[in-house]
């Protein structure tokens, strides 16, 4: 399927305001890519010139593509000029172009200064295979835009779809549509950019609700320190004296022996130690008699003048004289 196209690359007219016997007419190929975003394919441009040759006919050369606009319609489209040849070239396709007296003042009094041409070309595979008309035009993007809109708007996208895609628009997208959404863009990325510099402004401005200076922390945390400290001295001495007290009372109870009361004092300095020491009291049976204990709850063998059961054993295991071992002091 062929379908006319009209592509943004254009050429501009002589400088010198001279109206040109030659003009570029499509770029080489094989990949050609207009200014609006648009792409074609020439790969045989002997074969566009052939069809030409082929058509025999002049092709028209009229203002902003008012043969394919205003013609349609019945409305004037009065050519310019004519393009009676055509030639490949390395650097793409030329038209001989035979200009009228409107033409020649429109192209020499710089009225117009470019040109663009219309071409067919396969829909499949965008392959241009020959010449329709060419027009002189000052804007020949846009143009060209608002031209594929209302003729060919349901074979070809009117914008590059690149750019619908980033802007998150769909393939019918229009101009203003797309001004629209590119400015919603820039006010999106300018107020990203006032919050990245806010906040590095505030990164960058101590809070005295979260930062303090670093010699007022110090003094805290010595301050700190020290109370944990104390704190730590006082549960200390409270928890000596807890065990001072249920090792005195146990001895003075007899069931332990006051030689034993380092041993039971640094057991009770376990975890769990006071606890335990206090249940094993609660059951322990007494090693020492009362009656023969003195103040400090010793066994007074002045009293006694005899050892237990048990300092006999030690006695016996030691080979001690258990007449020595009575007159020794605990």
């Known amino acids: 399927m062929k379908k006319s196209t009209f592509i943004a690359a254009c050429q501009m007219l002589s400088a010198k305001g001279e109206a040109p016997e030659w003009i570029h007419l499509i770029p080489a190929g094989p990949h050609i890519k207009g200014r609006d975003g648009r792409s074609f394919n020439m790969s045989k441009p002997l074969d566009v010139v052939a069809a030409f040759k082929k058509l025999g006919q002049d092709l ?57 041409p219309v071409f067919s070309a396969v829909k499949s595979t965008k392959e241009v295979v020959d010449l329709l008309s060419v027009a002189l035009t000052n804007q020949p993007n846009l143009r060209l835009t608002a031209l594929n809109s209302q003729a060919n708007a349901s074979e070809e996208e009117s914008m590059n779809p690149e750019l619908l895609k980033a802007l998150g628009l769909d393939k019918d997208a229009t101009e203003a549509d797309v001004i629209k959404a590119a400015n919603t863009l820039s006010a999106a990325v300018k107020s990203a950019e006032d919050k990245i510099k806010a906040a590095n402004s505030a990164r960058n401005t101590p809070d005295m609700a979260k930062f303090v200076p670093r010699g007022d922390l110090e003094l805290a945390i010595n301050r700190a320190d020290v109370a944990e400290k104390k704190i730590e001295e006082q549960e200390a001495a409270k928890i000596d004296a807890e065990i001072e007290t249920a090792i005195n009372q146990a001895i003075k109870d007899g069931k332990i022996a006051p030689a034993s009361k380092d041993f039971y004092a640094a057991a009770c300095k376990q975890e769990n130690g006071i606890e335990n020491f206090e ?3 609660e059951t322990a049976p007494v090693i020492v008699d009362k009656n023969a204990r003195g103040k400090d709850g010793a066994p007074d063998k002045a009293k006694t003048g005899k050892l237990t059961d048990v300092e006999k054993e030690v006695c016996s295991r030691l080979g001690i004289d258990e007449k020595e071992y009575l007159a020794t002091e605990i």
């Open 279 to 281: 249940k094993y009291i």
């Open 60 to 116: 028209p050369i009229d203002v902003n593509h008012s043969t394919e606009i205003k013609a349609p319609n019945g409305e004037a489209s009065p050519a310019y000029g004519w393009v009676t040849d055509v030639e490949a070239r390395a650097d793409g396709i030329w038209g001989k172009v035979s200009w009228n007296k409107s033409g020649k003042a429109a192209v020499e009094n710089r009225d117009y200064r470019y040109i663009s």
